[in-house]
């Protein structure tokens, strides 16, 4: 039977995922709760609903389709219980305001790699091609493998962006049809890492060695957060540790921290818990690009 993944969408035209231009594949699922996270609708498995207060005219329809009473009306706004909604798709369809937006549609994978295909053109002029991303596209490793697979034997250059928080044996169902790896590093200290994700990281420094030692090209990822982890110690010991990755590491790229995913929690009713901390200034992503360029690693700010 053909695999079928859970997606959010496909950002086409990309130049931050990977060499060249590329369309970007965002699965839904993620075992990591980033405090920082900029795409917190992606982290459940499950599709999520969006919630935008300023379309809203109180009009009551979404009322009368929402399941067991899961949406209420108070002063003009609608309050949503996403826990007991199980239809997100009708309510989204049938606000006549287009007040809400469902997230997350399922797919075969014969039906995305032919999506995928139509922008060949642009991934062969300029080097590009498909990056798998999320949330953490390793969850559905066998539907993120046959959509792999049937690309690169187009000729697509494919590449896998992943936090490595996944048992080796996940990633090397998936690792064989990748041609490159974006590879997030959010901390090397433990404490720091279970804080500020949930889990900690000797997994993902485990499986960072095992695929430097596959010879496949990295590209290391690292966000820097403001008074989070950004202390020297800290950074030194990330560069380091790439650095003993040896030849297989061709860039890192310095994420500076950004509170652009602010709007997307309040639209999920969520809370942001990082909203007082200040954004990475371009001057403090300089100053780890040049550690790493000091270390011989080539580097590049915001990917």
Wanted: aromatic share 8%; proline share 5%.
């Amino acid at each position: 039977m053909e695999p079928v993944g859970l997606i959010s969408k496909i950002q086409r035209y990309s130049t931050r995922d990977g060499p060249g231009i590329r369309s970007t594949v965002f699965l839904l699922g993620c075992n990591l709760s980033c405090k920082w996270c900029a795409n917190p609708e992606l982290i459940s498995s499950e599709p999520q609903l969006f919630y935008f207060p300023d379309r809203c005219k109180g009009c009551g329809t979404c009322i009368s389709i929402g399941s067991g009473g899961s949406i209420k009306l108070s002063e003009g706004i609608c309050e949503v219980n996403r826990a007991g909604l199980n239809n997100i798709g009708e309510v989204a369809a049938g606000c006549p305001y287009d007040a809400y937006e469902a997230v997350g549609h399922y797919i075969g994978a014969e039906a995305l790699a032919k999506k995928l295909l139509r922008d060949r053109a642009f991934y062969m002029q300029s080097g590009g091609g498909v990056t798998f991303s999320g949330g953490e596209p390793c969850l559905q490793a066998e539907f993120v493998r046959e959509t792999a697979s049937l690309l690169r034997a187009e000729g697509i250059n494919v590449a896998l962006d992943t936090a490595g928080c996944i048992p080796w044996e996940t990633l090397a169902l998936v690792l064989p049809e990748t041609d490159i790896v974006l590879y997030d590093i959010k901390t090397f200290d433990a404490d720091i890492h279970i804080n500020l994700t949930g889990a900690g990281n000797e997994l993902i420094l485990q499986n960072a060695r095992r695929i430097a030692e596959t010879g496949k090209p990295m590209f290391i990822r690292l966000m820097v957060i403001p008074g989070i982890n950004d202390a020297h110690e800290e950074t030194d010991a990330k560069l380091e540790f790439i650095a003993g990755l040896g030849t297989s590491v061709k860039r890192v790229d310095i994420l500076p921290y950004h509170r652009f995913g602010l709007g997307k929690y309040e639209h999920l009713g969520l809370r942001y818990e990082l909203a007082d901390i200040p954004e990475c200034s371009k001057e403090q992503a300089e100053a780890v690009a040049r550690k790493a360029e000091k270390l011989g690693i080539p580097a590049s700010i915001g990917g």
